[in-house]
C-alpha cells in the first residue's frame, strides 16, 4: 500500500449510523477534525447501527477507519484489512482497536445526582446487562446513590428490542412498577428503555414525575420528545468523541501513537424535560394539584375550577402550594403555561393568536402583554433569539 505521505488526503472510512442524534454529532465532531487538520477522503454511507458491514471494504485500499462496531463479523472485516481503526461504541466487538467514547461512570454520576437534587430518596435502575458501558453506568448510579445513603433497585432488561417479546416485557414492567416504592427516581440505562418506562407508567396511571421520575441516556432527539411527558436524558457530547477518535486515527495513520487505553469523554449534562423536572412533593394535596394543573393549564384551568376538582379551599390550597412550592396556584397555572407558549416559539411557526388559543390564555394581546412582563420582551424578539 502506498504511503499516506504521497497522496493527496488520507482515505478514511467511517463505518457509523447516520440515524442517531448522537451518531450525527460524533460525524460532525470529526468533519471539525477534517476541517481543521485534513483534508482526508472520507467514505460515509447511510448505515443504522445493525447494517451489514460493507462489501467493499475486502479490497478498499484505504488508510484508516473509523467504526461503531455491532456485529462479530464487521470487527472481523475491519481487522483483517490491517489498517490502523479507532473504536467507539464498546470493546465488545473492538477486536483490540483503541477506543474513544462517552465516560459511563460520569453518566451515572449525573443521573444520581440530578434525581437526588431533586428530592428522591427511593432510586431504582433498569437497565441492560449485554454491553459493558451499561453495566458501568448503572454500577455507578448505584454506588452513588449507596453513598448518599440509600438503596437502589433493578430490573435487568436483557433484550430490550425484541418486538414480539412487547406485551410480555411490559407487562412484567408494570408489575415491577407497582411494587416500588414511591416516589422514585429511576435511571433508564438507555433512552429506548425510558421510553418502555414511560409507557408503562402510563399504561398502569402511575404519575410522571410526581410518583416515578425517569432520566435515560443519550438524549436521542426524536425517543425523548415523543413521550408524554418528554424524557430527561443525558446529552453525550458526541462531536467532542468524534473530534478526538479522529485526532487518534490521524495520529495512528503517521505511526505516531500505540495506545491502548480508552479515551473517555464527559457528557454535556442532562436535558431536563417532563419527566424529571419537579421536585418531589409530599404533600399529597400539593401534588394532585400540580398534576391537575399540567394537564389542564393549557386548557383553560382556572384557581377556581382547580379548588372544586380537589375539593379544596382557595385559600387552603394558597397555603399549602406557597408552603411547599413557594408559588400560589395561579403562579403555577402561570408557569405551566408559559413553558409550552416557549416551547411553541421554540419549535413552531405558530401565529400568537393560535399559540395564546393552545396555551390557555383568553385572548393574543393579553398574552403578549402577559409575556413581554414576565420575559422583558416581546414574544417575537425570543422566538427569533432562540432560533
Known amino acids: 500500500m502506498p504511503s499516506i505521505a504521497h497522496r493527496r488526503a488520507p482515505r478514511v472510512a467511517l463505518l457509523i449510523e447516520t440515524t442517531r442524534t448522537y451518531t450525527r454529532e460524533l460525524l460532525a465532531g470529526v468533519r471539525s477534525y477534517v476541517a481543521a487538520h485534513g483534508p482526508w477522503s472520507t467514505y460515509l454511507e447511510l448505515r443504522a447501527l445493525d447494517s451489514s458491514p460493507p462489501d467493499w471494504l475486502k479490497d478498499w485500499d484505504g488508510d484508516g477507519i473509523l467504526t461503531r462496531t455491532f456485529s462479530a463479523e464487521t470487527s472481523k472485516l475491519v481487522t483483517a484489512t490491517g489498517l490502523p ?5 464498546s470493546t465488545h466487538f473492538a477486536g483490540g482497536r483503541p477506543l474513544v467514547g462517552c465516560n459511563n461512570q460520569d453518566i451515572g454520576r449525573m443521573v444520581a445526582e440530578h434525581l437526588y437534587e431533586r428530592g428522591f430518596r427511593h432510586f431504582a435502575a433498569y437497565s441492560q446487562r449485554n ?14 446513590v449507596r453513598a448518599y445513603g440509600h438503596r437502589c433497585l433493578e430490573l435487568p432488561e436483557d433484550h430490550p428490542e425484541r418486538v414480539p417479546d412487547w406485551e410480555q416485557s411490559q407487562s412484567r414492567l408494570i408489575h415491577w412498577i407497582a411494587q416500588l416504592p414511591k416516589p422514585i427516581g429511576i435511571f433508564a440505562a438507555t433512552d429506548q428503555l425510558g421510553v418502555r418506562l414511560l409507557e408503562a407508567c402510563q399504561t398502569a396511571g402511575v404519575a410522571v414525575p410526581e410518583e416515578v421520575a425517569v432520566v435515560g441516556a443519550e438524549n436521542e432527539e426524536t425517543l425523548c420528545s415523543f413521550t408524554t411527558p418528554p424524557l430527561s436524558s443525558v446529552r453525550f457530547d458526541g462531536h467532542a468523541v468524534g473530534f478526538a477518535a479522529a485526532e487518534l486515527l490521524d495520529r495512528m495513520m503517521h505511526g505516531r501513537s500505540n495506545r491502548t487505553k480508552p479515551v473517555q469523554v464527559a457528557p454535556k449534562g442532562i436535558v431536563v424535560r417532563g419527566s424529571s423536572g419537579e421536585l418531589v412533593i409530599s404533600d399529597r394535596l400539593v401534588a394532585r394539584a400540580v398534576a391537575l394543573i399540567r394537564e389542564g393549564a393549557v386548557h383553560g384551568l382556572d384557581v377556581n375550577e382547580l379548588s372544586a376538582k380537589l375539593g379544596a379551599s382557595r385559600s387552603t390550597l394558597d397555603r399549602r402550594m406557597k408552603s411547599v412550592l413557594k408559588r400560589s396556584p395561579k403562579d403555577e397555572i402561570l408557569r405551566v403555561r408559559f413553558r409550552e407558549v416557549e416551547r411553541l416559539l421554540r419549535q413552531t411557526n405558530l401565529t400568537i393568536d393560535l399559540i395564546a388559543e393552545q396555551t390557555g390564555f383568553t385572548h393574543s394581546h393579553y398574552l403578549q402583554a402577559a409575556f413581554k412582563a414576565r420575559y422583558k420582551q416581546t414574544p417575537g ?6 432560533s
Open 131 to 144: 454491553e459493558e458501558f451499561f453495566v458501568e453506568r448503572v454500577d455507578n448510579f448505584k454506588k452513588v
Open 85 to 89: 481503526a479507532v473504536e467507539l461504541r
Open 381 to 386: 424578539k425570543f422566538r427569533r433569539a432562540k
